[in-house]
């Protein structure tokens, strides 16, 4: 026991060289990741899960937007390392955890320029740590929600510089972090309308906002976010594809049971995302009842600025609930909400004495613990995979891409989703289309094939695409035996091939679109 507290006041305020612990060991935490998990999938020869596949099949291309309803920096920062690196899972995971890092560590940093302690900076690091989609959903899957997460701590971070300095750099910089947090997810907007609000709120920092300097912030986001903003309202099917469960219809049970639906489904999703970190850090008060604490105090501004951010955060949240009718909520997307709420904690407890330290102790060795017990499972979770639409993770590419072309070269693969991305680690010049790419008959080239596996996946979507395209079969469909690796069972994916080719233009049907 006498070490674990040694190793836990040693990541508090320890030091490696000039850096900090907690952040040293951070660094090492995502270099470990990025280095085993390229490994693994090297030496198994197993492909990625369903977003980094998706992120395969974008980043051959530089857009102001993409489909499915997503903003597009994350797939911009994919397509610049790998650029760098190459079309490759080295590329995917430089991504992933370099922006799990730079969140983690700007929250510590944030916490460190508001004038907190170490600890307080540790314990909100860690604390962050505790949220299941943190230490293990974003680990083998996610890619927005990833950068919703770091720039939403960013943007924060860019603020308490901001109030600290107050100069045109800062404020220039601040508007770069407001582009890169509505740009890494649209849902962002609510945390960049809480920390307005909360800022607006205390006397503190009221003139940061009201300084005219400010305009230059919003100028830069402006400027930064114009080109994506002119592709949505010109790609409007694109940038709506997946808004089915907000601003749905009030539904025939009316609209107050809607509304009493959209939040209890608010309030469970709410309760999966925080339910973790919030037992934590109960057990960690008990832990800590009996050591002496001061006199409580009122809170500063630095702590309200926070808490007011949540607060307003949830009440812009109710209000949209209660005004689109959704009714059926993810947990990942109360990150937006709820992202500083160890912060919050982590701020509170400095000022508690013995009792205070005691909780921050408890909550950084906890989450430190638990990110290293993680780290084997992750490994096994990026080679597997999981069932269902997760086993493409384990088909055998390299064989796939073989056959399909034993008969003659394929410059397009076209499938009715986008696990078939994963090819592009085979060729990285391979051409990758489904129903939610942009543009789609302009981009699809010959020879091409149309390749769909047997998960019941609807290809009506894609069918119909490739209508409109003036694309048809070529042929009868050809099914290939695909193996599957990493000990599969069955060893078999049986995989649906179809040759297409362009239709007489007498018999083609609407415009490429």
Not at 110 to 127: I, M, N, P, Q, T
Request: aromatic residues 10%; glycine residues 8%.
């Amino acid at each position: 026991m006498h070490y674990l507290e040694k190793w836990t006041d040693w990541l508090c305020n320890g030091k490696v060289g000039p850096f900090n612990a907690a952040l040293f060991c951070l660094a090492i935490y995502c270099l470990v990741q990025i280095v085993v998990m390229t490994l693994l999938s090297h030496i198994v020869g197993t492909g990625v899960g369903v977003d980094d596949s998706e992120q395969l099949m974008y980043m051959h291309y530089l857009w102001a937007g993409y489909g499915g309803s997503q903003p597009p920096l994350y797939t911009w920062l994919a397509r610049l390392v790998a650029g760098v690196v190459g079309t490759n899972i080295l590329a995917l995971k430089i991504v992933k955890y370099l922006l799990i890092g730079v969140a983690l560590a700007s929250a510590f940093i944030a916490v460190r320029r508001l004038g907190y302690s170490s600890r307080a900076g540790a314990a909100a690091l860690f604390g962050l740590l505790l949220f299941p989609q943190m230490v293990w959903e974003m680990q083998h899957a996610l890619t927005h929600s990833i950068a919703a997460f770091c720039f939403s701590l960013v943007l924060f971070l860019a603020l308490v510089e901001l109030v600290q300095r107050r100069s045109l750099v800062a404020y220039g910089l601040f508007g770069v972090a407001i582009a890169a947090a509505i740009l890494s997810k649209y849902n962002n907007v609510i945390f960049l309308a809480a920390l307005t609000l909360s800022t607006l709120s205390l006397r503190e920092t009221r003139d940061v906002v009201l300084n005219r300097r400010f305009l230059i912030s919003v100028a830069v986001a402006a400027l930064l976010c114009l080109p994506t903003v002119t592709w949505s309202l010109t790609h409007t099917d694109q940038l709506m594809a997946h808004s089915g469960g907000f601003f749905a219809p009030v539904r025939a049970d009316g609209a107050i049971q809607t509304a009493f639906n959209g939040l209890r489904g608010l309030c469970k999703a709410i309760l999966f995302f925080a339910v973790l970190p919030a037992s934590i850090f109960a057990v960690a008060f008990v832990i800590a009842w009996n050591k002496p604490a001061p006199a409580p105090q009122p809170a500063p501004w630095t702590e309200k600025l926070v808490w007011r951010t949540i607060a307003f955060a949830l009440a812009i949240t109710i209000v949209l609930v209660l005004a689109s009718g959704a009714t059926e909520f993810r947990d990942r997307w109360m990150l937006p909400i709820l992202v500083l709420l160890p912060v919050a904690i982590a701020l509170r407890m400095d000022a508690r004495g013995d009792k205070g330290r005691k909780v921050q102790d408890t909550v950084v060795f906890v989450g430190a613990t638990l990110a290293i017990l993680v780290l084997p499972v992750t490994w096994y979770a990026h080679l597997n995979g999981g069932e269902s639409r997760g086993s493409i993770v384990r088909i055998d590419y390299n064989s796939l891409y073989s056959q399909l072309t034993a008969n003659g070269p394929v410059r397009t693969a076209v499938s009715s989703w986008h696990w078939v991305g994963n090819l592009r680690l085979v060729d990285p010049d391979l051409v990758i289309l489904d129903g939610e790419l942009p543009d789609f008959g302009l981009l699809l080239k010959e020879p091409a094939v149309l390749v769909t596996t047997d998960d019941r996946v609807d290809v009506e979507d894609i069918l119909e695409r490739l209508d409109r395209a003036g694309y048809a079969a070529d042929g009868l469909p050809q099914q290939l035996a695909v193996p599957m690796l990493f000990g599969s069972n069955p060893p078999i994916r049986t995989i649906t091939v179809t040759r297409l080719k362009k239709k007489a233009a007498a018999t083609t049907g609407a415009a490429p679109q």
